[in-house]
């Protein structure tokens, strides 16, 4: 295998400070699902790249009063850092890699409750992430790692710095990460070799430089899959791809593997919850009604009607690593179209069309920030069992 | 490469021990056929209860048997027929299955005409097995019915420098140079006792004796044997005793060659097949996995057959008579669409058809006809006498009924399940045992899921949990031993991926 080079850039917006705190201050969670769960809107929406205004339906509403004690960490300037690595030339039979950071930092407003979030990098310095796409993207992945914190100030305790960690732009390395148990790392300064990625279907046949991305993915995934709290796995409902389906159905198996031999809390998200036409009709009542309460059950829906396509997955952890009742949630990012109103789908799951004149459509989040509350919630429940 | 020694077969000469095995140049064949017009001779039969064959015809049914061999054990395979030219219409390679019709077709094709330089043809055959400062590595099989009267190139005895004429080489030293391993094969069609009837067995044997000779003197462990067949009775049983099957039209390019999504689809009809045994009920019948050794207490009566798929995109292949006899009759009639002739063939000739070769044929033929109870009924008692064939024609020959089963009942899930089945076992021919075994195994592990499978859409809401959790801890045992597969047989070839890759997507939809 010819050698890969590797160099680094990073990229900054002159002047800027950087304060990334260090890792260990944090409790980490991982966040995992195969390409198109969710996983880049879950994070930009998050960290506040899509503005914090929006509203935020839950469907179903806790209630027990639930609280979600999320925050921006105003103590560190950063709030998304995004690393993309990158093949530089898909027609070089020798390959080579680079890696550029790119830094989404706060910027505090008067009143330091509220937070804004832009990228640090003028859009010139951003420069093209992908030169040499390929359709599957398998010549980039990204690592996204996103600070805030978890409880209020003035609780007992106070808040706790969290990190969110996932490899976006490639979810094929997640899912074969995860599916594949021969891949996992035993510690976080480990490194997934060359003889054990065969394990992935048709990894010989694959260009050098790909397989060496590949494989420093699956490292990095590994290494902070290995350090972390909680992980939190998307699951995508309406996958129109066979291949799609038993990619997803893999990885959930795997990740149910993994966070037991680590004895990690799961926390799952059906994310694209509007693709699942009953949910949907949820949403559009509650907001129409203005009632944000819905009798939809969840648990009901997933296990015994399997409403996830999880059939016999979900029924057999049930109650062992997860509780359908706590710990999934369906959750969506809704474009309304105009009033309030989600954009209705037709059968065929396409949207259906504008009635009346055109107005700008109002993204509505359902539930979005639900599954990373419970993961916090969770991972210091574990914490003060143990005592620490 | 066997052609089956029978009571009228006699064997001279021995085989000298120590070859070592393996996959290396030692592994290759060559096949010398002559086709001279002595050939067109009839054999003699004896008992005068079948009709007398012509040489060729004898020979060629040995050839097609010993292509087939080279076929399934994957070993490079080359052809060199002689008449007073020697000629190489197969060069030496590796014969892949789906080649074999048309290599069939070719040899079926030869017509004898002319002389027989059948010390050219040896000459000729060790050039093909040449591989330089080595020496000449590997098999040489020579069908022929004996007396060489045309070589113009060498000479099976010590060249005579006062003779008159053109000389001649010392076939001797030319084949069997410094380094070499060859071992060489005659088999003689037709008894030798009188001239043209059979090979020049002094000659032979004076030939093979003295590569004996130089074989000891060059230190090399080579074997020269000599076989002599000489009625085509023993031929010809071997011949009708086999289960021949044509495809049904609609078959798919194999599952490596298939688009991913594809072969995702087809993945997911065929678990279909395992999620409900109840509705599938022709699966439960096939044997997958790891064939039984044989036992001394098994209750097997008949004999092996050999299995064959005739190709269907191109007609009726010319070889199906000559290989087949009576067998192939049906089938040519068969593939012509004439139903009732196929039907009347196959009465005539139910007494010397494999049981459940009869039955079977009598199957698809009342499918063809579209009379499906019979069909049933005919098929019932193919499934019956397959139970007691040998391990693996048995499952070989029960992947054929299930497919028509299938077939009859409309079941598209159990049609791809055992299309795939079929199409790896096939295609997994020319792979070494040890690799073939372990996919068997596997794919009788992803069979086994069909019980916990089972069990989940049966359990009461209280066992449910139960169940389901016995179910996700079986899959995830094969899913174990699949990574293990994929890491030990990565880079092995396509084959093994694409099953693989099918059974993956099974173990995903067994949910």
């Known amino acids: 295998m010819p050698e890969v080079k590797v160099t680094t850039r990073t990229r900054r917006a002159p002047g800027s400070r950087r304060e990334t705190k260090a890792s260990e201050d944090s409790e980490r969670i991982a966040v995992v699902g195969i390409p198109a769960s969710g996983k880049t809107t879950y994070f930009r929406f998050l960290s506040g790249h899509f503005g914090l205004n929006l509203p935020i339906t839950y469907v179903p509403a806790r209630e027990d009063g639930w609280s979600l004690p999320l925050y921006g960490d105003l103590e560190s300037d950063v709030a998304l850092e995004e690393t993309t690595y990158e093949t530089t030339d898909p027609t070089d039979p020798e390959g080579s890699l680079e890696t550029t950071t790119r830094y989404y930092v706060n910027r505090p407003l008067e009143d330091r409750r509220k937070l804004w979030v832009e990228l640090s990098a003028g859009r010139e310095d951003q420069g093209i992430l992908t030169k040499y796409p390929l359709p599957t993207k398998f010549n980039q992945f990204v690592e996204m790692r996103m600070r805030f914190r978890y409880g209020a100030s003035d609780a007992p305790g106070g808040s706790r710095a969290m990190e969110l960690l996932t490899v976006d732009e490639a979810g094929g390395i997640i899912s074969d990460y995860f599916t594949y148990d021969r891949l996992w790392l035993t510690s976080a300064e480990g490194e997934v070799s060359e003889k054990s990625c065969r394990v992935i279907p048709h990894f010989d046949s694959w260009r050098p430089d790909r397989q060496e991305l590949w494989r420093r993915g699956l490292t990095l995934l590994g290494r902070f899959v290995e350090g972390a709290d909680a992980v939190i796995l998307l699951l995508s409902p309406a996958l129109a791809s066979l291949r799609d389906q038993a990619q997803q159905v893999n990885l959930a198996r795997g990740v149910f593997r993994y966070i037991k031999s680590r004895n990690l809390p799961l926390v799952m998200a059906i994310s694209k919850a509007d693709k699942l036409k009953e949910f949907y009709a949820e949403i559009e009542r509650s907001i129409r009604e203005r009632s944000y309460r819905s009798h939809f059950d969840t648990a009901d829906f997933l296990l015994r009607r399997d409403g996830s396509g999880m059939g016999t997955i979900l029924v057999a952890q049930e109650g062992r690593a997860i509780s359908t009742r706590e710990d999934v949630f369906l959750i969506s990012s809704a474009v309304s179209t105009g009033e309030g109103h989600p954009m209705f789908l037709g059968e065929s799951g396409e949207q259906a069309p504008e009635v009346g004149s055109p107005t700008l459509g109002v993204p509505v989040m359902v539930n979005t920030t639900l599954p990373l509350a419970r993961a916090c919630e969770r991972v210091l429940a574990k914490r003060g069992t143990k005592g620490t | ?182 071992n060489v094969r005659v088999l003689g069609i037709g008894s030798g006792s009188e001239r043209d009837k059979g090979v020049d067995a002094g000659e032979m044997n004076l030939l093979l004796g003295r590569l004996r000779q130089r074989a000891a003197e060059i230190g090399s462990a080579s074997a020269f044997t000599f076989q002599e067949v000489t009625t085509g009775s023993q031929l010809f049983a071997q011949m009708v005793q086999a289960f021949l099957d044509v495809g049904y ?263």
């Open chain 2, 1 to 182: 490469m066997a052609v089956r020694s029978e009571p009228e077969v006699t064997t001279t000469g021995e085989e000298t021990p120590g070859v070592p095995a393996g996959p290396d140049l030692r592994d290759r064949n060559v096949l010398l056929l002559d086709l001279s017009k002595s050939m067109l001779a009839p054999l003699p039969e004896p008992d005068g209860t079948s009709r007398e064959r012509q040489k060729i015809e004898v020979a060629r049914t040995a050839v097609y048997r010993i292509l087939q061999d080279a076929a399934k054990s994957g070993t490079p395979f080359g052809l060199v027929t002689f008449t007073e030219t020697v000629r190489i219409p197969v060069p030496l390679g590796t014969i892949h299955r789906d080649h074999l019709p048309f290599i069939e077709n070719l040899i079926s094709l030869l017509t004898p005409s002319g002389r027989s330089a059948i010390w050219d043809a040896i000459g000729t055959g060790a050039d093909v097995l040449r591989a330089g400062e080595r020496g000449v590595l590997g098999n040489i099989v020579l069908v022929t019915d004996g007396w060489d009267n045309a070589s113009t190139r060498y000479t099976a005895r010590s060249p005579d420098p006062s003779a008159p004429g053109p000389r001649r080489a010392d076939l001797v030293s030319y084949v069997l140079p410094p380094n070499s391993q060859l």
């Open chain 2, 249 to 511: 039209g609609d078959e798919q390019p194999p599952t490596d060659e298939l688009h991913p999504e594809e072969l995702a689809r087809t993945a997911a009809t065929a678990a279909k097949a395992l999620k409900d045994p109840g509705a599938h009920e022709t699966v439960s019948r096939l044997h997958v996995g790891p064939l039984p050794s044989a036992s001394p207490a098994s209750p097997v009566v008949a004999p092996e057959v050999e299995v064959g798929v005739v190709p269907t995109n191109a007609g009726s292949p010319a070889y199906l008579k000559d290989r087949y006899g009576p067998l192939g009759e049906i089938v040519e009639a068969y593939l012509a669409g004439s139903y009732d002739e196929a039907a009347n063939l196959l009465a005539r000739s139910a007494s010397v058809l494999p049981p459940v070769t009869r039955s079977y044929w009598e199957a698809r033929v009342l499918f063809a006809q579209h009379n499906a109870p019979e069909a049933a009924r005919a098929l019932l008692q193919a499934w019956a006498e397959a139970e007691k064939l040998p391990a693996e024609s048995r499952a070989q020959v029960q992947r054929r009924l299930a497919l028509l089963q299938a077939k009859l009942q409309n079941d598209p899930s159990v049609e791809a399940l055992v299309r795939f089945l079929d199409d790896t076992e096939h295609r997994l021919e020319g792979t070494k045992p040890v690799i073939r075994e372990r996919l068997r195994s596997l794919l009788g592990d992803l069979m086994e899921l069909r019980g916990t499978y089972q069990l989940t859409r049966l359990a009461g809401s209280g066992d449910l949990q139960d169940a389901a959790l016995k179910h996700e801890a079986a899959v995830e045992q094969v899913f174990g031993r699949l990574q293990d597969a994929r890491l030990e047989l990565a880079g092995t070839g396509p084959v093994v991926d694409g099953t693989l890759d099918f059974i993956e997507i099974c173990l995903a939809e067994m949910r």
